[in-house]
């Protein structure tokens, strides 16, 4: 019978540090990207879901966390998420309130994209027994909102008889 050789213990490896890439595959970073809306002629709705924002309490230092709903009709640009992704990640460290970190995130969209329509609607966990939801918006000068489509509600159907 052939002797295996004696396995090591995860324990008595030898760990290295993997050395930091000198260019990192991404970064956090407050510059917004942006590329050509394909449909300019048409008034659409695109919905970032960001569910795990945090920032810092600028008093205490602790962290806050929140879930982003950004609900926008661009108009010539829209904003590429993955510029979106490093935008939201570069707070992770800085101390803010609510109020001015969501309207600060409004006005750097607005800035990169002009857009016809955006809401923030900002849903902060719970700190001190508070829930504090913060919603701000913008409409671009001039822009009017098509009217509403009313469909009939119909049953639910099951597929059962």
Known sequence: MAKSAPS???????RQQREMPSSP???PSKELHVFPNPSP??????QFQ?????????LTG????????????CDELCIELKSLKMYFWSYRNEGAFHEKVTNTILDDI????????VRITA???VRGGIYTNVVAEHRKKGWKPQPAVE??????ESGML
Not at 50 to 58: I, R
Request: aromatic fraction near 12%; charged fraction near 20%; charge should be positive.
């Open 123 to 125: 849903k902060w966990y």
């Open 151 to 156: 469909l009939p509600r119909l049953g639910q």
């Open 110 to 117: 607005v800035k990169a994209t002009d857009p016809r329509f």
């Open 8 to 14: 090591k213990s995860p324990r008595s490896a030898v």
């Open 25 to 27: 595959p991404s970064a």
């Open 62 to 73: 602790q962290p806050d966390f929140a879930h982003f709903t950004i609900d926008m009709i």
């Open 50 to 58: 960001v569910p795990e924002f945090t920032c810092h309490c600028p």
């Open 41 to 46: 002629g048409r008034d659409y709705v695109i």
